[in-house]
């Protein structure tokens, strides 16, 4: 059995700890709040802009978009978001697993034709590691979301894909459900999936009870012109929103972790204790043994 100092100093050590991981929790509570607010405040801007664009999807106006065309895929691009530091429970582990899996399934293209964008730190490490070349490095896009950066990266995408130097997008992330779940999701970037814009749009205007209105337009110079300029805006929104959803989602996983790395450490400390009183009484009995044994001879 440990002695009482050994018990003590380890009691000590558990404490400092636990101050430690519920501070990083107050930390991770408050930047999630932030991040939950920068959602909030862009909804409704990426709401109406989905809103819009369905409306035009469903007039008979026909249109050819680059961004719509679908081809044999020969050299993919694959957009992978996670966290720049540690302490998050399996929120960077399991994005990299989904992308060794993707890597696999992607196997007989060849490693040349693939083309790894990481977002964050971690994911960054583990590409170089698995042996790919990282297409650019976007560490400070992890921790502080900017819409002028994943303006600047979808821009690019686009301009790859219309150039033809990629024939197909993905991207992995996470999606903030709730505090408790965040569900990792791996989707389709480019070609964009019209019809998949205007599910989503009729989604939001359900969840929102939002009244859909079929709006009567009046377009100069053509709808095909409007929708030309629109797609692009469509695509740098979505890159965004999944920006934001992954910053928000790693505040949520590291809260947890920390929640739980805290609620270990309080059950630590009452073991650890009880050991220490139990050790400590035996102590002070056989003391009193000995006392009580020397007064007898």
């Known amino acids: 059995m440990a002695s009482l100092k050994e018990v003590k100093n380890r009691i000590s050590s558990v404490k400092s700890t636990r101050q430690i ?21 862009m909804l409704p801007y990426q709401r109406k ?11 008979d106006a026909s249109f050819e978009s ?19 530091t540690s302490l998050c429970g399996s929120f960077n582990s399991n994005v990299v697993k989904m992308l060794e ?32 070349e990282p297409q650019g490095s976007y560490r400070s896009m992890a921790d502080k979301p900017s819409y002028t950066e994943a303006y600047e990266l979808a821009g690019k995408l686009m301009q790859e894909f219309v150039r033809r130097n990629i024939d197909h997008v993905e991207l992995i992330y996470h999606h903030f459900k709730s505090m408790g779940t965040q569900e990792l999701l791996c989707e389709n970037y480019l070609p964009i999936d019209l019809g998949r814009v205007a599910e989503e749009a009729k989604l939001d205007t359900a969840a929102e009870n939002i009244r859909s209105f079929n709006n009567d337009y009046i377009v100069e110079p053509s709808v095909d012109g409007l929708i030309a300029e629109l797609l692009p805006k469509v695509l740098s929104q979505k890159l965004f929103t999944v920006l934001l959803d992954s910053n928000t989602s790693e505040h949520a996983a590291r809260m947890l972790a920390m ?10 400390i009452q073991d650890l204790t009880k050991q220490y009183n139990k ?19």
């Open 49 to 59: 802009l989905n809103e819009i664009l369905t409306n035009f999807l469903r007039t």
């Open 21 to 41: 991981t519920s501070a990083m929790k107050m930390v991770a509570s408050a930047k999630l709040h932030k991040a939950q607010g920068r959602i909030e405040n």
């Open 279 to 297: 050790s400590r009484q035996q102590a002070i009995t056989n003391e009193l043994l000995d006392i009580v044994g020397g007064s007898l001879k």
């Open 66 to 84: 680059p961004y719509t065309e679908k081809r044999t895929v020969e050299r993919v691009a694959i957009v992978v978001f996670s966290s720049n």
């Open 259 to 268: 929640q739980a790395a805290t609620d270990n450490a309080n059950d630590l």
């Open 101 to 132: 899996r993707m890597l696999e399934s992607y196997q007989s293209l060849g490693r040349e034709n693939i083309l790894i964008y990481p977002v964050g730190k971690k994911i960054e490490e583990a590409v170089k590691k698995m042996g790919y």
